[in-house]
């Protein structure tokens, strides 16, 4: 069987991009196969796929040498599209009709697991901080944002990007841009430039209860930034935590390394 067109699919299936559900439908198949191919060796792996809409990136994945491929897609009017398109998957594809902001993406596929995805921007963060929550069973995350969200995420202390998103993904992950991807790329163009980061979780992961506290630490540092931590940090420790973790109660947040913060939740958690 002959696979139709992306465009041919989409024009049978009557399906455009719906901007309550944050959709910029990505249609360059090179450039989706760039995109799958940031996800390395997927030879033996599982990889999840948020939002895939049309299939534009899940064509990708299937061209890879994945063993299984579950795509999330919480769009009713992508689904018919999205089964025909498992139709030439030989039973790898698997069509997950929920929203990913309240499933266990780990508990679709065995590991080892990835997750490569053209996330829609309304619900990119949130998503990104429960994949954290889990970053132990993953391996590895190829994740598109828009390119300010993905700055975010990569930036290093004492630049004006740099915030709680970037504390929780850079603990638990080395973190970098790898592709930078302009408006015109999508249908339809959004108003800002895109980027996908690629995540790597470390080895050693936090356990649950120290990355609630993590949690907890970046919300009051970066909730008030301009304020001295002194200030900031006063309704969970304040200036005594800061003398245990050995940091100056004047710094502000955007001054502390991973390293320091690492510290100040550690200390934050055995206090609880």
Request: net charge positive; aromatic share 6%.
């Amino acid at each position: 069987m002959t696979l139709p067109s992306l465009k041919d699919s989409i024009q049978q299936h009557g399906l455009d991009a719906k901007k309550a559900l944050g959709q910029h439908f990505l249609l360059d198949p090179g450039l989706c196969a760039r995109i799958a191919a940031l996800g390395g060796d997927l030879t033996g792996r599982s990889v999840v796929e948020i939002g895939p809409g049309p299939g534009g990136l899940t064509r990708a994945l299937i061209n890879t040498p994945a063993d299984r491929i579950d795509a999330v897609e919480i769009d009713e009017r992508a689904w018919p599209l999205l089964d025909e398109l498992a139709g030439y998957a030989n039973g790898r594809l698997h069509i997950v009709r929920q929203d990913a902001l309240t499933l266990d993406a780990a508990s679709l596929g065995p590991a080892p697991r990835q997750i490569v995805a053209n996330l829609p921007y309304n619900v990119a963060t949130p998503l990104l901080i429960g994949w954290l929550r889990q970053a132990a069973s993953w391996e590895r995350m190829a994740l598109m944002f828009q390119f300010e969200v993905a700055e975010r995420i990569c930036a290093a202390p004492g630049t004006s990007a740099y915030g709680r998103l970037a504390v929780l993904a850079q603990w638990c992950a080395q973190c970098s841009i790898a592709l930078k991807i302009p408006p015109g790329a999508f249908s339809p163009p959004p108003k800002v430039h895109s980027a996908v980061a690629v995540i790597i979780p470390h080895a050693e992961q936090p356990e649950p209860s120290l990355f609630k506290a993590m949690e907890r630490v970046t919300a009051a540092a970066f909730g008030q930034r301009r304020k001295m931590l002194r200030s900031s940090l006063k309704s969970i420790g304040g200036e005594k935590l800061l003398s245990q973790a050995e940091i100056e109660p004047t710094r502000r947040a955007e001054t502390l390394s991973i390293a320091e913060f690492a510290r100040l939740a550690t200390l934050h958690h055995a206090d609880r």
